[in-house]
């Protein structure tokens, strides 16, 4: 089974609004920081939000320049992370990533992950926003 999937992707106006699911598997999903990344061509990777789906979980990080606007959320019936994203801008459009890191806690999810420390990667969806 692929660890991750990502889907939703697509374009929308500015203002508009777009969700993406990243469906894990169950190791995948259960007690880790699932993360979504975006990644822009000729742009740094950024850890756009995760959150830890542990014991007490929930526990999110949004990098600044989604804050207010992204909201990362969890369905542990279907091991799926959700990343609803409203009031979207042009420089919204990425290519986007969901990346599982293994066995780190809530502390390191909620602080502003690194790609580096990501296990397992999606095979990423688009997001294009027009002005």
């Known amino acids: 089974q692929v660890p991750v999937v990502e889907s939703g992707g697509g374009s929308a106006q500015a203002g508009g609004s777009l969700r993406l699911s990243c469906a894990a598997s169950?190791?995948?999903?259960?007690?880790?920081?699932i993360a979504w990344f975006r990644q822009a061509p000729g742009n740094e990777r950024e850890a756009v939000a995760s959150?830890?789906?542990?014991?007490?979980?929930?526990?999110?990080y949004y990098a600044d320049s989604v804050k207010g606007r992204f909201t990362i959320s969890q369905d542990d019936a279907k091991n799926t992370v959700y990343l609803q994203m409203n009031n979207l801008k042009p420089e919204d459009s990425s290519m986007y990533y969901c990346?599982?890191?293994?066995?780190?806690?809530?502390?390191?999810?909620?602080?502003?992950?690194?790609?580096?420390?990501?296990?397992?990667w999606g095979q990423g969806t688009q997001v294009t926003v027009s002005s």
């Open positions: 959150i830890y789906t542990g014991f007490g979980g929930g526990i999110t």
């Open positions: 169950e190791h995948a999903y259960r007690g880790n920081c």
């Open positions: 990346a599982v890191s293994l066995n780190r806690g809530r502390s390191y999810c909620s602080s502003g992950p690194t790609g580096g420390d990501f296990e397992y």
